[in-house]
């Protein structure tokens, strides 16, 4: 777990830099984390998440794109897949940082998963195409908002 | 009571076979798309399958065209043999694939001009000859110097690719016939291939199709004709050992 903290300190000192400068930090490509107990507790890059935000990031196919593999409780006439179980509930079975932890590397529950690792570390990552290397496939902002949402499906 | 064991016994026995089975894109195609497949005028891949017998009988550099050895509608080409590429070539140290072998034809025995992997003129060739194999079981031969060829190519089906991360066997061997949004997901087999994809309207052979997964998962295809794209090939044709040969399946 220790490897995963190593880029931690420096974004902080990045984002701090920003925030004295006066600017709006944008978002830095990766922010570091941590598991502890098959949970991430602490949100990633310190962002707050906003559950309408997240629903629109799960059920768009070009961003979360949650729907391919999961059916969502969500009212729109939408074609769900079924690689996943279904997400209606999932707050009352987990945890705010275990529902964290599944969207951010599944891989962790399950080192077979199917599921992408939507925070995975880039340099863990094979052969990624030259328009998405040295960034994960979602932005911590969008992995925040996505656990918004999640979280109130209880 | 006993009728539930006898159930639960039963599956004991038949899941390990249902498990470890070969199955045709065929099996999760709509009642429709199967139809047309099987449509001898309606299938739109034999468009691809027509141009390939077209090229077949254009003259190469030295005025031979393929006819001129392989007979007018290729039948002196044995079908079983088609259904056995890629096949190693012992004076070159590797594995052939079909459509190498075509472009060997054109460069060795027409005199040129040389066939490019990529270009659409290869994959219509090598449509028409495999359909000259319809029905034809897949009999890859994965011994002797084969054997390092399929296990490359197996370590790239399970390779985790690009910013998606998912390896090829994540979905076609633990998820074939669930839903990917709308779409079956099939086991990955190469017995139809060349293949019309409904999706995008067009043929694509292994290496395209398999350049289009990796793309879809955002990550770097490799060249078409490649060497991991001939292990690839090796591996995914030889998985599919016994299937009959559809070309041109109908795929999604």
């Not at chain 2, 399929?150 to 839903?179: E, M, N, P, S």
Request: net charge positive; proline share 7%; aromatic share 10%.
């Amino acid at each position: 777990m220790k490897r995963f903290s190593i880029h931690f300190g420096l974004v902080l000192i990045l984002v701090a830099g920003r925030a004295v400068a006066g600017d709006k930090p944008p978002e830095p490509a990766y922010f570091s984390w941590q598991v502890k107990d098959f949970a991430i507790d602490r949100p990633l890059g310190g962002r707050v998440g906003v559950a309408e935000r997240g629903m629109a990031v799960a059920s768009d196919g070009h961003r979360g794109n949650c729907l391919a593999c999961h059916l969502l409780p969500i009212s729109r006439d939408e074609v769900f897949g079924d690689l996943g179980p279904p997400l209606a509930g999932i707050a009352s079975r987990q945890s705010v940082g275990a529902i964290r932890l599944h969207v951010v590397d599944q891989s962790y529950f399950n080192p077979e998963t199917v599921m992408p690792g939507f925070y995975r570390r880039p340099e863990k990552l094979h052969r990624v195409a030259k328009a998405y290397r040295g960034r994960p496939f979602l932005s911590a902002q969008q992995i925040e908002d996505v656990v918004a949402w999640l979280a109130t499906l209880k | 009571m006993n009728r539930y064991l006898a159930f639960f016994v039963l599956m004991l026995l038949v899941a390990p076979l249902m498990a470890g089975q070969a199955r045709s894109g065929y099996a999760y195609l709509t009642p429709e798309a199967r139809e047309l497949q099987d449509d001898d005028f309606g299938n739109p891949g034999l468009a691809s399958v027509d141009e390939g017998q077209a090229l077949f009988y254009q003259p190469g550099a030295n005025g031979k065209p393929c006819a001129a050895c392989h007979g007018d509608q290729g039948e002196k080409l044995d079908p079983e043999r088609i259904a056995r590429y890629p096949v190693y070539s012992e004076r070159l140290r590797k594995p052939i694939t079909l459509r190498e072998k075509i472009r060997q034809c054109r460069s060795d025995k027409q005199g040129g001009p040389a066939l490019d992997y990529a270009s659409p003129d290869a994959v219509a060739l090598e449509s028409f000859v495999r359909r000259l194999a319809l029905g034809v079981p897949v009999a890859v031969d994965v011994s002797g110097p084969m054997a390092a060829h399929y296990a490359a190519g197996k370590q790239l089906f399970h390779t985790r690719w690009g910013q998606v991360d998912i390896a090829c066997h994540q979905c076609h061997d633990y998820h074939a016939g669930k839903h990917f949004r709308g779409q079956i997901l099939t086991q990955g087999q190469t017995n139809g291939m060349p293949v019309y994809r409904l999706a995008t309207g067009e043929i694509a052979g292994t290496h395209e199709r398999i350049s289009q997964c990796l793309t879809s998962l955002r990550a770097e295809p490799f060249a078409i004709g490649s060497p991991e794209y001939i292990d690839f090939e090796v591996y995914m044709n030889a998985r599919g050992n016994g299937l009959k040969i559809e070309t041109p399946a109908i795929r999604y």
